[in-house]
């Protein structure tokens, strides 16, 4: 399990913006990917976002154009902007990381603890 440290999220009218972070904590791995996830209540965890240690991005289609990823490879942090937010973006927001550890061959997961993100009409 990586260690995921969240951070932002909160309370914001339609049309507001919020940013999100994650930092993976540690220095000894290398990471393959991170993405941010969200789920609202009785639906299940849907991708958002993603983006690779290249900087090649993947979003959803509901978010893409308001929606932003990026990436601090210094501060192994990964945020996400949301502009133009909507009460469909309503949802608890989770990191996830894929790394490599220095000492291990293959891929290590990690899921953030979530933040809640309520988007009012």
């Known amino acids: 399990q990586v260690p995921l440290v969240e951070s932002g999220g909160g309370l914001v009218q339609a049309g507001g913006s919020l940013r999100l972070s994650c930092t993976c904590t540690?220095?000894?791995?290398?990471?393959?990917?991170m993405a941010w996830y969200r789920q609202a209540p009785g639906n299940q965890r849907d991708l958002v976002a993603q983006i690779t240690s290249g900087g090649i991005t993947n979003y959803a289609d509901s978010v893409k154009g308001r929606f932003t990823i990026s990436r601090d490879g210094a501060e192994n942090t990964v945020y996400l902007q949301m502009n133009s937010l909507k009460p469909e973006d309503t949802a608890v927001y989770y990191c996830h990381a894929d790394v490599t550890y220095w000492h291990d061959s293959f891929p290590s997961y990690g899921w953030g603890q979530g933040t809640q993100v309520t988007v009012s009409s």
């Open positions: 540690g220095s000894t791995f290398d990471i393959n990917q």
